[in-house]
């Protein structure tokens, strides 16, 4: 008996890269409903190349294998279909926006994305009030709102407002690219507690870190070790702990 | 927002001309064509010193003729288009004008509007303003009147170059009924006033010529809206001067709004001289016309004045829009701030010249200047050159100017969010577009430009 839908992700033997360059060389990873995966690695491994690839940034380049979400062929997507089949990116460097409110962008996405799915869109207040009981979620200021998109946030609220739009618009599977970085310990733990708070049975999470100390917030069912463009490690959230004790250099090695 | 390259190095000797070169025997013929109607023109009763007036600008322009692109500030804008048929001016007043037809037209809030139809006042849709400190009104009323009068001699054709602009001695010799405005010596106006000149199907062939004058006496303040509009799709030229004198400790906010007819041509001069310690905005909104000009020159004439000139325009298809400004600083301690923004989409072409003059006295200038241009298309072309000319030492002066397209990192930022590309381009496009809007102090003229911006590329994209 065969299921078609038996992975949420399914990708084989996935190789891509940017200006002719290959970076990912051949990654194979499948991940379920409810979990969550860590990817790591160290710098140049490819994590950050897997985490847009996903999203479908055209920047890079597919040169081989593939990729099915809930099985249908993912790569041939547009980055905004990806999204309202409910892939989200969390973006290492979230980018700024002036003249554009944070209020409207939350809005215009979130509509989009029912429209995709035939659904009607919201009304203004309604939303205000969605987005204001999400914005507790990570510690925000509803003066966020009318500030322009990321323009003049600090790294960690540019984070938080990543979340948010993560909390506003409900992902089944959620990538966070190096979301850890640049936060002190404070900022961390709101961010992770936002992601803590989305979890759930039919969502899945792929967390791309270079350390350990995020995971200690968002506890992985999985960890993969990614090293010149393909995994070579693979376990439970162990590993993590290993890596932080011993680096990466003893799996180069053995890569 | 844009990954910026000026694509035009100021001054470079070998750039491309614009447009096919205009046979030297058809633009002569055609300018005698005006000179020729000169003698025709029918002007009702008016004073003397007027006739003179339009009889030497007629003189200078049968010797300036129409610019060329040899001709340094026409060099990226051909007047081609224009000279296939000679305009004639519309000689008596169309009745077809309704209240309903011009409130698309109108800002909330406390308004005075002049409406001028095909270049003729439209009294029984206009307010004149005409008390003891304030004076708002067409200029054929103005002249009516001989105390009145006599102020607006004082000023008429004081700061209009006839003599080196053909367009400017053209209005000069066949100018149509305008604007006068005049505020007191420490006089607030008490309604901001919209000059509306409308332009419908009757139009169509016509030369429009309308003269405006603005006087603020010493610590005036006033609120002067040109708004350029048409009902329909007509053919003609607008031609409009206007002459701003912005006195000591006067502020003054002036505004353009060009949506001309898609088939006419606009060429719009202001010249304006700024005394002491006196503000001047002008901000210039260009969205309509196959060919526009606007030509807009203030001289800082007095100590620790400013001057704001701020722009945007906003084409696509064959349109284009050419915005030609010059700051002259004569005194000290004056600060001019320029900022011009363009969206082009289609095969549309978009010039910008901004000169800034520092005279030897003029110590302590602070002057800034930038144009930032996004295209949306591969056909779209910009020209600008921002120009700088300083002859004093001790002065802060920068300039500027960019032009690239959609920025593809935020366009795909937009995109993982689930906005397909042409309201992600859309958005990008008006956020582009809302900073230069930011400029404007009164939220009533600001909202409905955001709105005619954000409508403009509604479609498309």
């Known amino acids: 008996m065969s299921i078609k839908n038996e992975y949420m992700l399914d990708i084989k033997s996935l190789r891509a890269g940017i200006a002719e360059r290959e970076i990912l060389k051949g990654i194979n990873l499948t991940i379920n409903p409810g979990e969550v995966h860590a990817v790591m690695g160290p710098n140049g491994s490819g994590k950050s190349t897997l985490a847009q690839v996903l999203a479908g940034n055209p920047a890079y380049e ?124 404070d900022a961390l733990r709101i961010v992770a507690g936002g992601v803590n708070a989305l979890r759930r049975p039919d969502n899945a999470t792929i967390v791309v870190t270079h350390y350990q100390r995020l995971l200690n917030y968002i506890v992985p069912d999985f960890v993969h070790v990614l090293a010149n463009g393909r995994i070579v490690r693979s376990g439970g959230k162990e590993l993590a702990l290993e890596l932080e004790e011993r680096g990466y250099d003893w799996l180069l090695d053995a890569a | 927002m844009t990954d910026a390259v000026l694509t035009q190095a100021p001054d470079s000797p070998e750039v491309e001309r614009v447009g096919a070169p205009i046979p030297h025997a058809t633009r002569d013929a055609r300018a005698a064509e005006y000179v020729g109607q000169f003698g025709e023109f029918a002007r009702g009763q008016e004073p003397m010193w007027l006739g003179a007036q339009r009889r030497a600008a007629i003189e200078s322009f049968a010797t300036l003729g129409f610019p060329t692109t040899s001709n340094e500030d026409w060099h990226f804008t051909s007047v081609a288009a224009l000279l296939e048929r000679t305009y004639v001016p519309v000689a008596t007043a169309s009745e077809a004008l309704s209240a309903r037809d011009i409130a698309r037209f109108q800002f909330e809030g406390d308004w005075q509007t002049l409406v001028f139809l095909n270049g003729h006042f439209v009294g029984q849709l206009s307010q004149i303003e005409s008390g003891l400190k304030v004076y708002a009104g067409p200029m054929s009323d103005a002249l009516s009147d001989e105390a009145r009068a006599r102020i607006v001699e004082r000023h008429f054709g004081g700061l209009a170059d006839t003599r080196t602009h ?286 005619l911006a954000f409508e403009r590329f509604a479609v498309g994209a």
């Not at chain 1, 997507?77 to 209020?103: D, H, W």
């Not at chain 1, 323009?151 to 979340?163: D, Q």
């Not at chain 2, 001790?394 to 500027?400: E, F, I, S, W």
């Open chain 1, 62 to 185: 597919v040169l081989g294998g593939s990729a099915t979400y809930n099985g249908e062929e993912l790569l041939v997507l547009e980055p905004e279909v990806r999204a309202q089949k409910g892939i989200f990116l969390a973006f290492q460097y979230p980018v700024e926006i002036p003249g554009v409110t944070n209020a409207y962008f939350l809005r215009s996405a979130y509509n989009e994305i029912r429209k995709a799915r035939g659904e009607e869109e919201i009304d203004p207040l309604d939303f205000l009030d969605l987005i204001e009981e999400r914005m507790k979620l990570v510690e925000m200021d509803s003066s966020m709102l009318n500030r322009s998109v990321n323009a003049g946030f600090s790294g960690g609220e540019k984070k938080r407002n990543e979340i948010l739009q993560m909390a506003v618009l409900q992902p089944k599977l959620a990538i966070l690219d190096e979301t850890d970085s640049g936060l002190d310990i």
């Open chain 2, 166 to 451: 053909a367009f400017t001695a053209l209005n000069s010799a066949f100018s149509g009924d305008g604007a006068f405005i005049h505020v007191a010596a420490d006089t607030v106006a008490p309604r901001n006033v919209h000059l509306l000149f409308v332009s419908d199907d009757a139009a169509e062939g016509a030369l429009v010529s309308p003269r405006n004058a603005i006087v603020l006496e010493h610590h005036a303040e006033a609120t002067v809206m040109e708004s350029y509009v048409a009902l329909g799709n007509a053919n003609y030229l607008t031609n409009a001067v206007t002459e701003v004198y912005v006195g000591d400790g006067a502020r003054l906010r002036h505004y353009k709004i060009q949506r001309e007819s898609i088939n006419a041509y606009h060429v719009g001069s202001w010249y304006a001289n700024q005394g002491r310690a006196c503000t001047y905005e002008a901000f210039s909104f260009a969205i309509g016309a196959d060919m526009s000009r606007t030509n807009i020159a203030t001289l800082l004439d007095g100590e620790g004045s400013h001057v704001s000139l701020d722009g945007l325009y906003l084409v696509n298809g064959d349109q284009t829009v050419d915005h030609q400004t010059s700051v002259i600083h004569a005194k000290e301690s004056c600060t001019s701030h320029e900022l011009y923004k363009g969206v082009l989409d289609g095969d549309s072409h978009a010039v910008f010249n901004g000169k800034v003059y520092v005279h030897p006295e003029a110590q302590k200038t602070d002057g800034k200047q930038s144009n930032n241009n996004l295209l949306l298309s591969e056909g779209a072309r910009v020209d600008t050159k921002p120009q700088l000319e300083i002859y004093a030492d001790d002065v802060k002066c920068t300039h500027g100017a960019t032009i690239g397209p959609v920025d593809s990192t935020a366009l795909f930022y937009l995109k993982s969010r689930g906005i397909g590309p042409s309201i992600a381009i859309r958005l990008l496009t008006y956020a582009f577009a809302a900073e230069v809007l930011e400029e404007l102090t009164i939220p009533a003229v600001r909202d409905e430009l955001e709105r």
